[in-house]
């Protein structure tokens, strides 16, 4: 008999030389054509410093399709853990960033960034007006996520009803602010801005990238380890205390690092909605709701599928592209609407 | 073993526990009893540390103040069955009774874990049960996967530990009424403590060691069952007649009601 430990293990590898093949398949797809060589030259003669590679195959190969393709496994894979860790908090699959207003909160300050930023920048020190947008959507998804947890839980029980409502009421109230920047907003931003509503990661840079990794690291370092925390949570929070584990800390954990992870996404790739939705609810069919598999297992799945997002929504109407959230959307709506018939009989 | 002195508890201004004085000592078998309302749960729950109050201070786990052990820690000495299990668990039976376990195991099992864990679905009748979904059992057997968690959850080399139990006979038929109890008595034989909310008088009477009557936020009676269960004390406690006989078979005390 395999044991748990070493089914994880079994798991955790396939997904990812699955998610390797994927990566080096979509290398190959895209509009810009090489000519007489395939893009896996191109990319072999750029790994070798071959001198005679011209810049904008260079430019291509590298920065703009590599650094989209690792662009869209950072996002995905944040966001896909976001979404799970949130569903252990709050004990209910519905919890993702879209439902409760998480991503509304980010949008909404990074919005207010973009559209009101130069008026007080010149106050601010260097570092911080650099990545204003990013820290903004830090703040509104922290500020989000605060509010509709103090609506929704009392005594360490989350009344599912309250949490979506309040979810849309944050996100209702994104929404107008955004109209109204939207409405008094020049050119350059409203592009900007358009960006942000749709979501898509063909404004990769290896710069962004390389702050993703650092937030994904310092993230997953906490986080990751939860599973058997978030396990004992479905018991309630004073029995999973009882186990030994610090409750208050752990949803403080959460809430901060949650924030962090979908503001950083939202900052860099607009929103792009539903994989924390999505890839917890695949999972759940394999592994029930045993989070020491779906969390670390998420990590890698949200890459899979934003991947695999990203490169159809690059494809499928070449040589322009489909936003990506328009996409993840698609699929997430009809699930969100499954797991509430599902949920119907409990919510009454 | 667990000792308090002047326990109080208010919420929303409404008196639940007035100055209540328990001290249990190892290898005894404590039942709470009294009628509704009397406070029973909530002094199981600050003794428990479940409740955050200016108590703890009052209340000496192994002679050392509750707010100086961490929850890690207490986690390998006491454990408490709630009265209200969740009832939505996504999970396999044996993956809800392995949570008995989390305090000892990083991120897998350890070898002793898996023993204890079936040692522990042995005696309180869900082995059987193990690879159910825990979503599609009944309300008792739920009760005795979460027992069988709980009992795990103490199984460890430490010398004496502690156990909180909330009405664990809720929705057990007759036969699983009696092994609990007897589950709870051999674990007390062990050196362990058991503090138990029960509402039957009778099994009361037959298992533990000590009685504490509770009757609105305060001890009515305390001590031995003989000495607590007299027909006068328990009419008095419960607004209700009754007779106190012995058992034509085991001869031990029997309260009839009515």
């Known amino acids: ?348 | 073993m667990i000792r308090g002195q002047y326990i109080s508890y208010k919420h929303q201004e409404t008196d639940i526990l007035k100055d209540i004085d328990v001290n249990v000592g190892t290898g005894q078998f404590l039942a709470i009893v009294g009628p509704n309302g009397a406070g029973k749960s909530s002094l199981l729950n600050i003794l428990a540390n479940e409740i955050k109050t200016e108590n703890k201070e009052k209340i000496f786990f192994k002679n050392r103040s509750l707010s100086d052990w961490n929850i890690g820690e207490l986690s390998q000495h006491k454990a408490k069955f709630s009265q209200h299990n969740a009832q939505d668990i996504p999970l396999l039976v044996k993956d809800v009774v392995m949570m008995g376990r989390y305090p000892y195991f990083e991120s897998q099992p350890k070898p002793d874990d898996h023993i204890a864990s079936e040692k522990a679905m042995t005696g309180t009748d869900v082995l059987n049960l193990q690879k159910r979904e825990y979503n599609s059992l009944s309300g008792g057997e739920k009760q005795r996967v979460h027992l069988a968690r709980v009992f795990s959850q103490l199984d460890n080399k430490s010398e004496n530990t502690l156990i909180f139990l909330d009405e664990p006979l809720n929705n057990l038929d007759i036969k699983h009424q009696h092994k609990t109890l007897e589950l709870i008595r051999s674990f007390t034989k062990n050196n362990n403590t058991a503090i138990v909310v029960l509402h039957d008088l009778n099994l009361a009477a037959q298992f533990a060691d000590q009685v504490l009557l509770m009757e609105k936020g305060t001890v009515l009676s305390y001590g031995p069952p003989e000495k607590v269960f007299t027909a006068e004390t328990i009419s008095k406690a419960y607004g209700f007649p009754c007779t106190i006989c012995k058992h034509p078979v085991n001869n031990n005390t029997m309260i009839l009601f009515g």
Request: net charge positive; proline share 3%; with cysteine.
């Open chain 1, 1 to 348: 008999m395999i044991s748990k430990s070493q089914s994880l293990t079994f798991y955790i590898i396939v997904s990812l030389i699955f998610l390797l093949l994927m990566m080096f398949g979509a290398l190959n797809i895209g509009v810009f054509d090489f000519g007489s060589s395939s893009s896996y030259q191109v990319f072999a003669k750029l790994l070798s410093g071959d001198p005679s590679l011209s810049t904008s195959e260079r430019y291509i190969i590298w920065e703009i399709r590599t650094s989209r393709i690792v662009m869209a496994v950072l996002v995905g894979s944040m966001l896909a853990v976001s979404g799970t860790t949130l569903q252990g908090m709050f004990k209910n699959p519905l919890a993702t960033g879209e439902a409760i207003g998480l991503t509304s909160g980010a949008t909404l300050l990074a919005a207010i960034a973009i559209v009101l930023g130069h008026t007080f920048e010149s106050y601010l020190p260097e570092i911080v007006r650099n990545s204003l947008v990013g820290i903004s959507a830090f703040i509104g998804a922290l500020l989000a996520m605060i509010t509709v947890y103090r609506i929704s839980t009392s005594a360490g029980k989350t009344n599912v009803v309250m949490m979506l409502l309040s979810g849309v009421a944050i996100t209702s109230i994104g929404f107008s602010v955004t109209g109204f920047l939207i409405y008094i907003s020049k050119d350059e931003q409203l592009r900007d801005l358009t960006f942000w509503n749709l979501g898509s990661l063909a404004g990769a840079t290896w710069t962004k990238n390389i702050i993703l990794s650092i937030v994904l690291l310092l993230s997953y370092i906490v986080i990751l380890p939860k599973g058997k925390a978030l396990n004992a949570m479905m018991l309630g929070e004073k029995d999973a205390e009882h186990l030994g584990i610090n409750v208050e800390k752990l949803k403080k954990q959460i809430v901060i690092i949650t924030a962090l992870m979908v503001g950083t996404c939202v900052a860099f790739s607009g929103t792009i909605g539903f994989v924390g939705l999505i890839v917890p609810y695949i999972l759940r069919f394999l592994f029930r709701s045993d989070y020491h598999f779906i969390l670390p297992l998420s990590a890698i799945f949200g890459s899979i599928l934003l991947l695999a997002a990203d490169t159809i929504s690059r494809t499928v109407v070449a040589p322009s592209e489909l936003p990506i959230g328009i996409l993840t959307s698609l699929i997430g709506g009809p699930i969100f609407i499954a797991i509430l018939i599902k949920f119907k009989n409990t919510l009454r």
